[in-house]
């Protein structure tokens, strides 16, 4: 069937179910599994623009069937060390489908349904959420299922957050891939705060400072490092000193170039004077102070209430992923406008109206500028899209059948009912 096609594009014949493949330019022949399914014709670099031609089988396996005789469906299935192995942690290659998925959705290219959020502890917040988007000329639609439970790292010793992403198809409704999300989900974070650095940082920062150590601080370091390839020197704060002591660690082996302060959950000496500011926590605190935030610094917030009003208010200008999408959720932002502090006109930009060039990004090497990210699904659906097209060029990842027959038409079916 036309998933099976889908799924296993590009260079995904070393999966063992395959019988052959053929590759051209701009479309790509699928030929799968045996004598009577039908060949698809698509083009798959116009993602799915074209309606697949359908060659009729040769033979069916039993003559009483309808016309629609093979109803095999297959998507592809991408863990994630397929995915880092196939070259996705490619910061590069997310901000390129970030900055596009951002001129789609202003184009209105992008379908953005309200995100389901189910809340299973209101104290905790443990929850999970469920956030579609489809792109319209691309013909994809996506869904990150994803997970997050706070208490998760001190009550049990796991991570506090994961996720899952399927893609579909939208000729015929089919999934196509189903991948794990956390990495896709770390990176979505890491790539916005690094795509807002490329408009409103200075580009010759050279110093990095970070409030928090986990998993959030790691990847922005990496999307920082990639945006401001200039930076030298980073420093880093956390509760607990070995939290900054792993992160030196991890990080200093991927970055052998760059000089690492651990300062010992002393948040100023981490922080202070910075050409760049990450606050990347779960607290509900007021942790960094505006004295620390020197003149021309960039300041990407990531958690929740993680700064003093004092802050914001002292920023020459205030760029939000969606304005309208933050000033309903529990950040600093949110508190302010909430608490009269912060009103509309108070806020610049949302970072689409830089990337589409309808505002200037940074004017004055002295603007401190605040930025306030919290997460808009269909860029995920796009990054995740770019994975996708990654993994399978790279051969990776493992065929997975959806079902063979229709119900009713299993040979078996007899023997499986239960009365």
Same mark, same amino acid.
């Given at each position: ?271 202070? &004077? ?21 003149? &021309? ?97 790279? &051969? ?24």
């Amino acid at each position: 069937m036309f998933g099976t096609g889908v799924a296993l594009i590009r260079r995904c014949e070393n999966s063992q179910n395959i019988l052959s493949s053929e590759f051209e330019l701009l479309g790509v022949q699928l030929f799968a599994h045996a004598t009577n399914v039908r060949r698809i014709t698509f083009d798959f670099f116009a993602c799915f623009r074209s309606e697949p031609t359908f060659q009729t089988p040769v033979s069916t396996r039993n003559s009483e069937r309808s016309p629609m005789a093979n109803h095999d469906i297959h998507c592809h299935f991408f863990s994630q060390e397929d995915l880092l192995a196939a070259g996705c942690l490619d910061i590069h290659m997310a901000m390129r489908a970030a900055e596009s998925s951002l001129r789609a959705f202003n184009e209105g290219d992008v379908l953005f349904p309200e995100k389901i959020v189910q809340i299973f502890n209101d104290d905790t917040q443990e929850r999970i959420n469920c956030l579609p988007a489809t792109f319209k000329s691309k013909r994809i639609c996506g869904m990150k299922w994803v997970s997050v439970f706070p208490p998760n790292p001190i009550k049990h010793g796991i991570q506090n957050l994961s996720a899952v992403i399927i893609l579909s198809e939208i000729e015929h409704g089919f999934p196509i891939a189903f991948m794990e999300g956390t990495l896709c989900s770390n990176v979505r974070v890491g790539t916005m705060g690094a795509l807002a650095a490329k408009y409103l940082a200075r580009q010759d920062s050279e110093s990095i400072g970070f409030i928090g150590a986990g998993e959030q601080a790691k990847m922005h370091l990496i999307a920082m490092k990639t945006a401001i390839p200039s930076l030298k020197r980073c420093g880093v704060a956390a509760k607990q000193s070995s939290e900054e002591e792993q992160f030196v660690r991890e990080m200093s082996s991927i970055i052998p170039d760059m000089e690492f302060l651990a300062a010992n959950s002393d948040l100023r000496n981490a922080v202070d &004077g910075a050409d760049i500011i990450v606050t990347a926590t779960s607290a509900q605190a007021p942790l960094l102070k505006a004295e620390w935030m020197k003149k &021309g610094a960039f300041y990407s917030h990531v958690g929740g209430w993680e700064d003093e009003y004092a802050v914001a208010k002292q920023c020459d200008k205030i760029v939000c992923d969606d304005w309208e999408t933050v000033k309903h959720r529990t950040q600093t932002l949110s508190r302010m406008y909430k608490d009269g502090e912060l009103t509309d006109g108070d806020v610049y930009a949302n970072l689409e109206e830089l990337v589409i060039g309808a505002k200037s990004g940074r004017e004055d090497d002295d603007e401190r500028i605040y930025f306030n990210a919290v997460g808009l699904a269909y860029v995920d659906v796009a990054i995740a899209i770019a994975m996708f097209e990654t993994a399978c060029q790279a &051969g990776l990842g493992q065929d997975l059948q959806i079902q063979h027959d229709m119900i009713f038409e299993h040979e078996k079916l007899k023997d499986w009912v239960r009365f």
